[in-house]
């Protein structure tokens, strides 16, 4: 697999997607995005591991080309979005995958980074790490996953506060709050994904294929129902004042001044 914006290696049986744009924290563009899907559709490995170059696991959305760009999603984005319902198309391969994902946090996790994150069956977090889910301060819903996946893991309360402030944490909250499996010194975090990684892929492959199905079948939503809900307010919520306020705010490096319009 040939990729731009993200690479894709394999040892053994597992496969090592690395977020690649350091430079803007690994921010999502429309081809990291649709980059993503494609290598977790396309791999063949029996688990996976997401991790990001540098810094910063994942930024979420790059707010200068999706939030704030006025072009639009490219024609590809859009019909892909199509065919899986209005789920985010990446989200659609991640959550549907019967490969087991851990995500390697080695540092900010924010916004749909974080989401990235708890599409994952497991997470390993670096020190280094945060995590915020802030598309309320973006005047934004959260996609899919945060509605969906994060009151699995840390329970209603927690994720409420979560999303509801936007406030970023630290990886010991995060450990204290059930959101990870593990923190670890960031020298080791890759080390300690891949034992973990190697000690899943050397089970019986179609074993673990049935168990993360099941996981699906007993615990998981409608992602499709609740992705085409989700992306339809967030359409709607990027027309607000209050939205466009955000990412004037963000772009000029001052604090926001909401109006609730």
Request: glycine share 10%; with cysteine.
């Amino acid at each position: 697999m040939s990729f731009t914006e993200l690479s894709y290696d394999k040892q053994g049986h597992v496969g090592i997607i690395t977020l690649r744009r350091p430079e803007a924290m690994n921010s999502l563009t429309y081809t990291l995005y649709m980059e993503l899907e494609d290598a977790v559709r396309e791999s063949d490995a029996r688990v996976l591991i997401i991790t990001g170059e540098g810094r910063s696991f994942c930024a979420g959305d790059d707010v200068k080309q999706i939030l704030g760009g006025t072009s639009g999603p490219p024609p590809e984005s859009i019909e892909r979005g199509r065919k899986t319902g209005g789920l985010t198309p990446a989200a659609d391969a991640l959550l549907y995958s019967d490969i087991p994902i851990i995500a390697a946090v080695n540092g900010p996790a924010v916004g749909w980074g974080m989401e990235l994150a708890i599409m994952a069956d497991l997470r390993v977090a670096s020190r280094a790490a945060k995590f915020g889910e802030l598309f309320v301060v973006r005047g934004l819903c959260c996609d899919a996953p945060g509605l969906g996946r994060l009151a699995q893991l840390v329970g209603r309360e927690h994720a409420a506060e979560l999303l509801f402030t936007g406030e970023i944490i630290d990886a010991d909250r995060a450990l204290a709050m059930g959101l990870v499996s593990r923190v670890v010194e960031p020298e080791e975090l890759l080390d300690e994904a891949m034992q973990l990684a190697e000690k899943i892929a050397a089970n019986p492959p179609l074993a673990v294929k049935a168990l993360k199905a099941g996981l699906r079948r007993t615990l998981d939503p409608d992602w499709r129902d609740v992705g085409a809900w989700a992306i339809g307010q967030i359409q709607t919520l990027r027309q607000t004042e209050d939205s466009k306020e955000s990412v004037s705010a963000f772009l000029e490096k001052r604090k926001p001044h909401f109006q609730g319009n």
